[in-house]
């Protein structure tokens, strides 16, 4: 089984709905991130979590909330989905003494109409 | 200036041939330098991973990083169609700075 896991892999939504996005992790870490991927942009940090009471906004956080249920589990939402939200989201995990190297999940492609 | 700037591509080389990918960046705070792999549809994949300046070899793979000319490489010899994917650039200061910031990523086809 992967290590970390996403769901769904793939969503169309529509403006206005409210969608979330899961990730779940066997890895035992303790860091989680979510990330949104579009062309030319790259990766970007939406919001990332040290521990289960240890929330944090990353670059592009307006839009989205967070919350972390586990250890393993951390979840993205968009309140009110627009279409500039449309892209490719990623969930990432990190070992404590090792906040360099993270693992990524398969990805959530999100298409916002 | 961007914090990291790579090349976004996209180079289409032969098989067996030797690929260069290259990074640069503005900040000197950055110590470790990874590299990661992304074939299409999935997640990055973390593939090298460097502390410093130096060089770095994992098989067909090496990884430089010149912290005086703020310049990162990776090197593939004897390239292979399976390394057909985009190549992101990462770094980060270390200690209690969490934040990797990524290169664009560069798409590399390896042509049989």
């Known amino acids: 089984d992967a290590d970390v896991t996403q769901t769904p892999r793939n969503r169309i939504t529509k403006t206005g709905k409210r969608i979330m996005l899961e990730c779940s992790q066997t890895?035992?870490?303790?860091?989680m991130y979510w990330y949104r991927q579009d062309p030319g942009l790259g990766l970007r940090l939406i919001y990332y979590s040290f521990d289960v009471k240890d929330i944090n906004k990353g670059e592009i956080s307006d839009g989205y909330s967070v919350s972390r249920q586990a250890q393993a589990k951390f979840s993205l939402s968009l309140e009110s989905a627009i279409p500039n939200q449309t892209a490719l989201y990623f969930c990432a995990t990190s070992d404590r003494g090792r906040i360099d190297t993270q693992y990524f999940g398969p990805g959530t492609r999100l298409t916002v109409l | 200036q961007k914090e990291v700037e790579q090349d976004p591509g996209p180079l289409s080389v032969p098989e067996g041939a030797i690929v260069s990918l290259n990074c640069t960046y503005s900040n000197s705070a950055f110590q470790y330098f990874m590299w990661y792999r992304q074939y299409s549809r999935k997640g990055p994949e973390l593939l090298m991973y460097t502390y410093s300046s130096g060089n770095k070899e994992d098989g067909r793979f090496t990884a430089q990083v010149d912290k005086s000319s703020k310049y990162i490489s990776l090197f593939i010899r004897d390239s292979q169609p399976s390394d057909s994917a985009t190549y992101l650039c990462a770094m980060s200061g270390g200690g209690s700075n969490y934040k990797l910031t990524f290169g664009k990523g560069t798409l590399l086809t390896v042509n049989p």
């Open positions: 890895k035992g870490h303790d860091r």
